[in-house]
Nanobody
Framework: QVQLVESGGGSVQAGGSLRLSCAAS????????IGWFRQAPGKEREGVAL????????YYPDSVKGRFTISQDNAKNTVYLQMNSLKPEDTAMYYC???????????????????WGQGTQVTVSS
C-alpha cells in the first residue's frame, strides 16, 4: 500500500503562485508514475502534471505548460507542484496520485492510478 498526503493548497489572486506538496509513504519502490490531477465542480478529473519516477520524464497538458512545474525530492519521498501565473480556471480540488504499472510512459490515464491522496483545494480569484 501507498499513502499520499497533500498540502499547500489555498486561495490566491490571479497571477499569483502556490506550491503543492505530496508526501508518499508505504511501499513506494513500485511506483513508476506520480503527479497531480485536478477536478473542478461538474468537470472530469484531469492530469495536470506527472513525472516518471525513474527517468524523470514529465507530462503537462497545454493548459498549464509553462506555468506549472513538477519536481521530486527522492530523499524526502515528496513530489512538488509549483504553480505560477495562476488563473481563475485553475480553481479545483487538486489530488496527488501514484501508479505502479511499470514502464517509462507516464500519462494522464486516471484508471492507471491506484493510489490517491485526499485532495487539497486551490481557489484562484480574479
Amino acid at each position: 500500500q501507498v499513502q499520499l498526503v497533500e498540502s499547500g493548497g489555498g486561495s490566491v489572486q490571479a497571477g499569483g503562485s502556490l506550491r503543492l506538496s505530496c508526501a508518499a509513504s508505504g511501499y513506494i519502490n513500485g511506483i513508476n508514475c506520480i503527479g497531480w490531477f485536478r477536478q473542478a465542480p461538474g468537470k472530469e478529473r484531469e492530469g495536470v502534471a506527472l513525472i516518471n519516477t525513474g527517468g524523470g520524464s514529465t507530462y503537462y497538458p497545454d493548459s498549464v505548460k509553462g506555468r506549472f512545474t513538477i519536481s521530486q525530492d527522492n530523499a524526502k519521498n515528496t513530489v512538488y507542484l509549483q504553480m505560477n501565473s495562476l488563473k481563475p480556471e485553475d480553481t479545483a480540488m487538486y489530488y496527488c496520485a501514484a501508479a505502479a504499472y511499470g514502464g517509462s510512459w507516464c500519462g494522464p490515464a486516471v484508471g492507471l492510478f491506484g493510489y490517491w491522496g485526499q485532495g487539497t483545494q486551490v481557489t484562484v480569484s480574479s
